[in-house]
């Protein structure tokens, strides 16, 4: 239940293959697809478009085929066949464009996150020069919509100038914004690199190989009475000539539309593609791994819209899904008229071809889409799977998308130490079994650890326990940074005596490395040390470190460990930010783990007990209710401060950024009501830096400019601080480390002379990723490099996750 790796996504896709290849149903016997006749009746009848064909696949056969009506109607009645050809629009981004594109990549011609303009060298200019490859393909660009058609241009390489000059709405990878110019562009990659026109690569490497007789630009006049005419152009009807206006000025070829094609030679495409996924003998053009990928949702990871490699996975524009195809199959639409869906998890497609703009324009046919989809799912007993496809392939965040995510939940959950005492200490009573009927206990805690009805555990260990079960003693407490009661910010903190019970407390954060780290001594005379300890989720939130070490010593001293789990306050499903640098460990990195890790502090232990092989005996007592998808707010439990200045969940949702960025020389609100929440300086100017962080347009987040004034003994103490406040609008699409690299990228832009950018190497711990910052590359781009290294770590965490 959380975001696979794009590989382990393939193979979730590769199963559910499988799993459909084994459930075959002679459908022509069973099903009843009438309803699509009185569908395309009315669609027909309310002159939504004159006439369609609707094709539908089932297993590897074709189980229903109908041309209607007419396909045109002046001067006068033509019959619609199924032999028409139709003008497909913006099909041809992925029967044409989108197909070329990943034979290229197969062979190895270049990476998907590879700029642009390093083939396209025109294309990197007025601030396109990080745009990549992907991006074009998943219409996360940032480019508006088509070029400009107000002056009467005309001409190819027009066409092309225009585009490469195109300037970005929005930065690449931020918003989904559905854009000719993106496939204009990749049909000119496509031609720069394989050195044939697109009309000719389509031919040879497509059409040809998949025995295609009607799919072709610019279609010869010898097609034009079986070709379905469109609409009116200044008085004559567009019939072989391309509908869309760019592709039509610029010759009739380009990458957003131009190709013409049969509901027949649409349906083989697709068949084809189903054959090639389920393993059967396939011409399709693609090997099984390539085409994997394609359809493989690749969105940035905090996109709304789930968009494959030029497919519609889910999107404002999937209408032709309909309501019962599963979330995770994909297709797309045309403009005037067309679509095609596959669905890989029932081996279906359904093809509809229209010619809904005749002959005047548009038409909405939404509703005919979705009807149509949805009659062809229910004759071949396709019902709503609820999300099962899509979690499989994207995870439970479904890629970070924000309106796709679980709705918030009222839970009722019960930390560890709610389910020890539910349990009656029995996990207590097994250890103190193992020890001849004694069980002298330490403690790590702090003011955070306690009970669901607010007794301290140090009481509840302390007395009840004993109680309980005869022979356990607490003998010792030992203590996090800031202290046993969380309210002491200085790095040296001295051992001490807790106040009520008199219990010896033994710091883990004085001033020395050794001081850090239980002595062999202390634990010697232990047999277990329980820890109940509130974590941030983040990297360098120090309790985490405190629990590693104590782990090591452990591994070598001999002590079981126990770990009264809690939640992960920002959740259990967002892994986000660089992974460190192996061999740079310190308190503040106590391994190669993400900024955001998404582990609670019982998974996080282990993980560490595991991967560094550390040999301690350790138990988690799991929490009961919890849900890797809640934010604290959905847990039922109080929030206590885990330290002085994180006091709230929403400095908490903020922490895994202003954090990353605060040994730098800026405030990030320390010393003031909201930590966190604020970043400035006496010499930043907020209206600037606000007004440079929102035109990034970052997902989830908006920024003020305010003035403020830490209190001692925090940076700036008592001086005017000029800067920020960060507005959260929606958590679940905020990528939180990548928004502190947007930060200091900003400050270092505008203030490259007074921001010391190269003070947040100790909290950011990856010396890539100082470097290409400090080089100016955009962080949207250093984000995707880091990836690989996530997707890795996830796998890697999967055995050690308990939720």
């Not at 896709?13 to 395309?40: E, G, H």
């Not at 032999?83 to 034979?103: G, H, N, R």
């Not at 930010?577 to 282990?606: C, F, K, Q, W």
């Not at 909201?674 to 930043?684: E, S």
């Amino acid at each position: 239940m959380f975001r696979d790796s794009r590989q382990t996504r393939c193979v979730a896709l590769l199963f559910i293959v499988a799993l459909a290849a084994t459930s075959r149903l002679d459908a022509m016997q069973k099903s009843d697809f009438k309803p699509i006749d009185r569908i395309i009746a009315q669609a027909i009848n309310e002159k939504k478009f004159p006439g369609a064909v609707v094709i539908v696949g089932h297993h590897g056969r074709l189980v229903f085929h109908k041309a209607y009506g007419n396909r045109s109607l002046i001067p006068q009645p033509e019959a619609m066949s199924e032999q028409t050809v139709f003008d497909v629009a913006s099909l041809t981004k992925v029967l044409a464009t989108t197909t070329a594109v990943m034979q290229l990549y197969q062979q190895g011609r270049f990476t998907l996150n590879d700029p642009v303009a390093k083939y396209l060298p025109g294309f990197g200019v007025n601030g396109k020069a990080d745009i990549t490859i992907r991006q074009l393909l998943t219409h996360y660009s940032g480019l508006p919509p088509d070029v400009s058609l107000t002056d009467p241009w005309v001409g190819k390489e027009e066409g092309l100038r225009l585009a490469f000059a195109s300037t970005p709405v929005t930065p690449p990878g931020v918003q989904f914004r559905y854009s000719d110019i993106n496939f204009i562009v990749l049909g000119a990659l496509v031609e720069k690199l394989s050195g044939l026109t697109l009309d000719q690569y389509e031919s040879k490497y497509i059409a040809k190989p998949l025995g295609l007789r009607w799919t072709r630009f610019l279609p010869p006049e010898s097609w034009r009475s079986r070709i379905a005419p469109t609409q009116y152009d200044n008085g004559v009807m567009l019939r072989g000539t391309v509908h869309d206006p760019t592709a039509r000025r610029m010759g009739g070829v380009a990458g957003h539309a131009g190709l013409f094609s049969s509901a027949g030679d649409v349906a083989i495409y697709a068949q084809s593609l189903l054959d090639r996924l389920a393993g059967r003998h396939s011409r399709f053009p693609l090997k099984r791994i390539t085409l994997l990928k394609t359809i493989t949702p690749g969105q940035p990871a905090t996109g709304t819209a789930l968009r494959a490699l030029g497919w519609d996975v889910d999107s404002p524009f999937s209408s032709n899904r309909g309501e019962l195809f599963p979330e995770g199959s994909f297709g797309h639409t045309g403009f005037t008229g067309t679509s095609v869906w596959i669905d890989p998890a029932h081996d279906t497609y359904v093809v509809m071809m229209s010619n809904a703009v005749y002959p005047n324009g548009p038409t909405s046919i939404t509703a005919v889409r979705t009807a149509v989809a949805n009659a062809a799912a229910t004759a071949l007993g396709i019902r709503n799977d609820h999300g099962k496809l899509i979690a499989q392939l994207t995870g439970y965040n479904e890629s970070i998308s924000g309106m796709r995510l679980w709705q918030d939940r009222n839970g009722s959950v019960l930390t560890g130490i709610d389910v020890l005492e539910a349990d009656h200490f029995a996990e207590l009573a097994q250890l103190a079994a193992k020890h001849g009927g004694t069980l002298r206990m330490g403690l790590l805690t702090n003011q955070t650890g306690l009970d669901a009805h607010g007794r301290r555990t140090i009481d509840v260990l302390g007395k009840d326990a004993p109680a309980t079960i005869p022979g356990v003693q607490l003998k010792l407490l030992f203590s996090p940074e800031h202290g046993i009661i969380g309210t002491v910010d200085k790095p040296d903190i001295a051992n001490s005596t807790d106040a009520a019970t008199g219990l010896p407390v033994i710091s883990l954060y004085g001033s020395s490395k050794e001081q850090r780290r239980p002595s062999p001594e202390t634990l010697g005379g232990l047999d277990a040390v329980i820890v109940d300890l509130q974590d941030a989720g983040v990297r360098f939130y120090t309790y985490e470190a405190a629990v590693r070490y104590l782990l090591d010593a452990a591994g070598e001293t001999g002590p079981e460990v126990v770990i009264l789990d809690r939640p992960d306050p920002i959740g259990g499903s967002f892994v986000q930010g660089p992974v460190s640098d192996a061999n740079t460990e310190s308190y503040v990195n106590v391994a190669p783990i993400p900024v955001r890790h998404a582990m609670t502090l019982g998974e996080l232990a282990r993980y560490f007990n595991g991967e560094y092989r550390l040999h301690a005996s350790l138990m988690v007592v799991a929490m009961q209710g919890w849900q890797r998808g809640d934010w604290f707010d959905a847990t039922g439990l109080t929030w206590v401060n885990p330290s002085p200045n994180l006091r709230s969940l929403p400095e908490a949702i903020l922490y895994p950024a202003i954090g990353l960025i605060e040994t730098t020389n800026v405030s990030v609100g320390r010393g003031t009501d909201t930590p966190f929440q604020y970043v400035g300086a006496p010499w930043i100017d907020g209206r600037a830096l606000a007004r440079e962080l929102n035109a990034r347009f970052l997902p989830g987040i908006r920024f003020v400019p305010v003035n403020f004034t830490p209190q001692s003994p925090y940076p700036y103490a008592n001086q005017l601080c000029h800067g920020i406040e960060l507005v959260v609008t929606d958590r679940n699409v905020l990528d939180t480390p990548e928004l502190g690299l947007e930060i200091a990228a900003a400050l270092h832009r505008l203030y490259p002379g007074q921001y010391q950018l190269d003070k947040i190497a100790t909290l950011l711990a990856n010396r890539t990723v100082l470097h290409d910052l400090d080089s100016g590359r955009d962080p949207q781009r250093i984000l995707e490099d880091w990836q690989q290294d996530l997707h890795s770590f996830e796998e890697k965490r999967k055995p050690y996750l308990i939720y």
